[in-house]
């Protein structure tokens, strides 16, 4: 089969539509500017984001959406992200900051301009700053510090929080030309009369350090090399100690909630290559938000105790945690850059929408920044990958595509296996939860969107490939379950139930008459019907009581002739419908279950 046509066979019309919306914004062009941690602002925006953002709007109308709606959310995220600055600022901000280094923009990222737009400021929300004032507030003791950003025009005050207010002062490291990061921030908004917004203060910010700069050189060596983390285990007054420490983030991970409360692990490694773990608790957590592998982190007083393992237990290790006294500092990693050949499959997949890039060579490559494993981070790839494209030493990956089958992959209910097949081929992932399994319903010919995958090479030279619940980038989302898909015209395209046999790898949607319909414990047997074909299908949960359209308890409570009565009646009437084929299904990855139809009605809504 032809790309081009294949891209439309396992999506239908929501691919389409993304090729669509991606066409869209690269035609709108770029700015050209380069910031300091993302490079030139690309004329084609990454393939997984356009995705990701028409399934967020989805999700946000859930009772159906627009081309124009997503289109005009589309237009108003990507120009947040590549907003150019005034020439006045950008200047004034270039000679402020050192842009020797580049690093990578943070996942959460928002701009000033935008926290003015939208006067709104989520606490999961990142601002990556420079420092342009520091004042105190008239009449007051209290510390302001005006910040700029490199992607905005305009500035904000922020309420400094005085766990800060010993970096403040004529030999502080809070001044202007500083770069800080910080979360956890709500707003004030302007009140009738009372001026601008303002951000409240916050305890999650961070302040970033260069070792090519002599004063940050010259604090790192005065303040961060006394310790290490082997010397402060020996220490049998380690609690009387005021401990500062400087190490390498190798690993940010979840763990196992402690009574309800959110943790996070930051495991980090010394020069002397001992590792010593720092634990954040609940509210804490958003301060990983800022950290990133590889990233050197400063430590000035973290609080020093018992680890508290998976059984809630306090064990004999010890651990660091982020006490009322505790600074943090960081070094950022510099980003690595590789160039990135397109496909033949990408490139050919595209058809005419490449003409919106240049005809030199550099249509066939893009810069794509590598993790400090050498992996290439392909979140940003503009360009939609394949199964077959998979290889090793691949991070943020997306993938489009049908499930084939589903099946724990350990004991503990942590980790599954799923098979997922696209037009090239069939992949084994493997997603790996911190608790229970949490993505609801995932069944076999669902059609779902996956990102945030990573790809390595087994020691058996076999090819691994794994999800990782709630990191950075990871995404799971079931198409065949949005409820937005049925009302949301620009997402699908009505088919005949006679195209059903010929489409199997997609999710149909289709506009049908009850026939019969069999009841057992609310799992459905029927037979749907167009004036093309009937079909024998099945559906449980939710559809099964859109079909019935009483609650469950209604229904049990009714006398078994009644029911039968009941569900007489609900024949010939008219529904919008989801189908998916399940006749891959396979019981925990073992033998089919032959026992429910081939078509699984995935979603159902009564026409008016």
């Given at each position: 089969?032809?790309?081009?046509?294949?891209a439309?066979?396992?999506?239908?019309?929501?691919?389409e539509f993304?090729?669509y919306?991606?066409?869209m914004?690269s035609?709108?062009?770029?700015?050209?500017?380069?910031?300091?941690g993302?490079g030139?602002a690309p004329?084609?925006?990454?393939?997984?984001?356009v995705?990701?953002?028409?399934?967020?709007?989805?999700?946000a109308?859930s009772?159906?959406?627009?081309?124009?709606?997503?289109?005009?959310?589309?237009?108003?995220?990507?120009?947040?992200q590549?907003?150019?600055?005034?020439?006045?600022?950008k200047?004034?901000l270039?000679?402020?900051?050192?842009t020797?280094?580049?690093r990578?923009?943070?996942?959460?990222t928002?701009?000033?301009d935008?926290?003015h737009e939208?006067?709104?400021?989520?606490?999961?929300?990142?601002?990556?700053?420079v420092?342009?004032d520091?004042?105190?507030?008239?009449?007051t003791?209290?510390y302001?510090?005006t910040?700029?950003?490199m992607?905005s025009?305009?500035?904000?005050d922020?309420?400094?929080h005085?766990r800060y207010?010993?970096?403040?002062?004529?030999?502080g490291?809070?001044?202007?030309?500083?770069?800080?990061?910080?979360?956890?921030?709500?707003?004030?908004?302007?009140?009738?009369?009372?001026?601008?917004a303002?951000?409240?203060?916050?305890?999650?910010?961070?302040?970033?350090l260069?070792?090519?700069?002599?004063e940050?050189a010259?604090?790192?060596?005065?303040?961060?090399c006394t310790y290490?983390?082997?010397?402060?285990?020996?220490?049998?007054s380690?609690?009387?100690?005021p401990y500062?420490?400087?190490?390498?983030?190798?690993k940010?991970?979840?763990?196992?909630p402690?009574r309800?409360?959110?943790?996070?692990?930051?495991?980090?490694?010394?020069?002397?290559?001992?590792?010593?773990n720092?634990?954040?608790?609940g509210?804490?957590v958003?301060?990983?938000?800022?950290?990133?592998?590889?990233s050197?982190?400063?430590?000035?007083r973290?609080?020093?105790?018992?680890f508290v393992?998976?059984?809630?237990?306090?064990s004999?290790?010890?651990?660091?945690?982020?006490?009322?006294?505790?600074?943090v500092?960081?070094v950022?990693?510099?980003q690595?850059?590789?160039q990135?050949?397109?496909?033949?499959?990408?490139?050919?997949?595209?058809g005419?929408?490449?003409?919106?890039?240049?005809?030199?060579n550099v249509?066939?490559?893009?810069?794509?920044?590598?993790?400090?494993h050498?992996?290439?981070d392909?979140?940003?790839?503009?360009?939609?990958?394949?199964v077959?494209?998979?290889?090793?030493k691949?991070v943020g990956?997306c993938?489009?595509?049908?499930?084939?089958s589903?099946?724990k992959a350990?004991?503990?209910?942590?980790a599954?296996?799923?098979?997922?097949?696209?037009t090239?081929r069939?992949?084994?992932?493997?997603?790996?939860?911190?608790?229970?399994?949490?993505?609801?319903?995932?069944?076999?010919?669902?059609?779902?969107?996956?990102?945030?995958l990573?790809?390595?090479m087994?020691?058996?030279?076999?090819?691994e490939?794994?999800?990782?619940?709630?990191e950075?980038?990871?995404l799971?989302?079931?198409?065949s379950?949005?409820?937005?898909?049925?009302?949301?015209?620009?997402?699908h395209?009505?088919?005949?139930?006679?195209?059903?046999?010929?489409?199997?790898?997609?999710?149909?949607?289709?506009?049908v008459?009850?026939?019969?319909i069999?009841?057992?414990?609310?799992k459905?047997?029927?037979?749907?019907?167009?004036?093309?074909?009937?079909?024998?299908?099945?559906?449980?949960?939710?559809?099964?009581?859109?079909f019935?359209?009483?609650?469950?308890?209604e229904?049990?409570?009714?006398?078994?002739?009644?029911r039968?009565?009941?569900?007489?009646?609900?024949?010939?009437?008219?529904?919008m419908?989801?189908?998916?084929?399940?006749s891959k299904r396979?019981?925990?990855?073992?033998?089919?279950d032959?026992?429910?139809p081939?078509?699984?009605?995935?979603?159902?809504?009564?026409c008016e």
């Open positions: 089969m032809d790309p081009a046509a294949a439309s066979a396992d999506g239908g019309a929501f691919l993304v090729d919306a991606v066409s914004l035609s709108s062009g770029g700015d050209g500017y380069e910031s300091p993302d030139p004329a084609r925006p990454p393939w997984g984001w995705v990701a953002q028409v399934l967020k709007s989805c999700c109308y009772s159906g959406v627009t081309a124009a709606i997503i289109l005009s959310d589309l237009f108003q995220s990507w120009t947040e590549h907003k150019s600055l005034t020439s006045k600022r200047v004034e270039t000679k402020l900051i050192n020797r280094n580049k990578r923009r943070l996942p959460n928002v701009t000033i935008s926290i939208k006067n709104f400021l989520s606490p999961m929300s990142v601002l990556e700053a420092v342009i520091v004042f105190v507030l008239p009449g003791n209290i302001m510090l910040l700029g950003d992607w025009a305009s500035t904000i922020l309420y400094l005085r207010y010993d970096c403040i002062g004529q030999y490291i809070l001044k202007k030309g500083r770069e800080v990061m910080l979360t956890g921030c709500c707003l004030r908004t302007a009140m009738e009369g009372s001026g601008h303002r951000i409240l203060p916050t305890e999650y910010m961070v302040i970033l260069d070792e090519d700069q002599d940050d010259m604090l790192l060596a005065a303040q961060f290490s983390f082997s010397s402060m285990i020996l220490d049998e380690r609690n009387d100690v500062s420490f400087y190490a390498r983030i190798e940010i991970e979840s763990l196992e402690f309800c409360t959110e943790r996070k692990q930051i495991v980090l490694v010394d020069n002397d290559d001992a590792k010593m720092f634990i954040l608790w509210e804490q958003l301060l990983a938000n800022l950290f990133s592998v590889g050197m982190l400063a430590l000035d973290p609080f020093i105790a018992n393992d998976s059984n809630h237990e306090e004999q290790e010890l651990c660091l945690e982020y006490g009322s006294a505790t600074q500092y960081m950022p990693i510099a690595q850059e590789e990135v050949p397109f496909t033949p499959t990408q490139m050919k997949s595209q005419p929408r490449l003409s919106c890039l240049p005809t030199d249509a066939s490559q893009v810069t794509l920044p590598r993790d400090l050498g992996s290439v392909f979140s940003k790839y503009p360009f939609r990958v394949y077959s494209d998979l290889h090793d691949m990956v993938l489009f595509g049908t499930i084939t589903v099946c350990s004991t503990s209910g942590t599954f296996y799923l098979e997922l097949v696209d090239t069939v992949v084994l992932i493997k997603l790996i939860f911190i608790g229970p399994w949490s993505l609801g319903r995932v069944g076999v010919g669902h059609m779902v969107y996956i990102s945030g990573a790809c390595t087994s020691s058996t030279n076999i090819l490939v794994s999800w990782r619940e709630k950075p980038g990871s799971f989302v079931n198409l379950l949005l409820p937005a898909l049925l009302n949301s015209s620009c997402l395209n009505l088919a005949p139930l006679s195209d059903l046999p010929r489409l199997t790898n997609r999710t149909h949607v289709c506009r008459r009850l026939g019969h069999d009841c057992n414990s609310l459905l047997h029927l037979t749907i019907a167009d004036d093309s074909a009937k079909v024998f299908a099945w559906c449980v949960g939710q559809t099964a009581i859109e019935l359209q009483i609650s469950p308890d229904y049990l409570e009714l006398p078994e002739d009644e039968a009565m009941y569900l007489y009646t609900l024949q010939n009437e008219s529904f419908v989801a189908i998916a084929n399940t396979v019981d925990g990855c073992g033998a089919s032959e026992a429910l081939v078509w699984e009605i995935t979603r159902a809504q009564k």
